[in-house]
């Protein structure tokens, strides 16, 4: 499967943006899907998780605020993010794997999230 990444940009604090993760080449309902994110200097990190049967999982920082969806129809995820802050500045990535997994095997190119006044 191949992830195409979108929907980055600069955002004020306490605003909102929707990303998303558009796959080829297989249905995103095969798969485990994921957002990671990777801040300026930092290592990259989990943010959410949606699985086949569609229950989903966030880190805690990101819980009550961000939603993590799928669109079979469309073959694409998505990842609304709301009452940003400048702590969510990151390159946002998209993953997937056949199985939940720590280290996904398939990886989109990052999206830049910039959380700014």
């Known amino acids: 499967v191949q992830l195409q990444a979108s929907g980055g940009g600069l955002v004020q604090p306490g605003g909102s943006l929707k990303l998303s993760c558009a796959a080829s080449?297989?249905?995103?309902?095969?798969?485990?899907m994921y957002w990671f994110r990777q801040a300026p200097g930092k290592d990259r990190n989990f943010v959410a998780t949606?699985?086949?049967?569609?229950?989903?999982y966030y880190a805690d920082n990101v819980k009550g605020r961000f939603t993590i969806s799928r669109d079979n129809a469309k073959n694409t995820v998505y990842l609304q993010m709301n009452s940003l802050n400048p702590e969510d500045t990151a390159v946002y990535y998209c993953?997937?794997?056949?199985?939940?997994?720590?280290?996904?095997?398939?990886w989109g190119q990052g999206t830049l999230v910039t959380v700014s006044s």
């Open positions: 949606i699985i086949r049967d569609g229950r989903t």
């Open positions: 993953a997937a794997d056949l199985s939940p997994s720590d280290n996904p095997t398939n």
């Open positions: 080449g297989s249905s995103v309902s095969r798969y485990t």
